[in-house]
């Protein structure tokens, strides 16, 4: 992710942790900044939690937040199994929070 972080500006941005069982609510925090850094130019953001057991309400909570800086976040997709992980229906609603937070902007 360091050598994201040096472009000038990104336009879209895909992540798939589907593979990484051991992903958590530290690595949300991370690619939170990710997102937090090119959150001016984002325009499309796609991220794939399907097999990562350990995302709970904490991690989607950091995520609601960062898209709410995404002023020009056009396209968002997060694919994640609620009945795999540690999310509830709070964690979805951070990110419908960050979501709505967004839209009135626009």
């Known amino acids: 992710m360091k050598n994201l972080i040096r472009l000038p500006s990104l336009l879209h941005l895909a992540l798939d942790f589907s593979k990484c069982w051991i992903f958590n609510d530290k690595g949300c925090k991370s690619v939170g900044q990710l997102v937090n850094h090119f959150s001016t130019t984002l325009t499309n953001l796609h991220l794939n939690f399907t097999s990562t057991k350990r995302i709970g309400d904490k991690g989607l909570h950091i995520l609601g937040n960062v898209i709410q800086?995404?002023?020009?976040?056009?396209?968002?997709?997060?694919?994640?199994?609620?009945?795999?992980?540690?999310?509830?229906?709070?964690?979805?609603?951070?990110?419908?929070?960050?979501?709505?937070?967004?839209?009135?902007?626009?």
């Open 69 to 106: 800086k995404c002023l020009n976040l056009t396209h968002f997709t997060l694919i994640c199994l609620m009945n795999h992980n540690k999310i509830s229906d709070t964690g979805v609603g951070e990110i419908a929070t960050g979501l709505l937070s967004l839209s009135q902007l626009i």
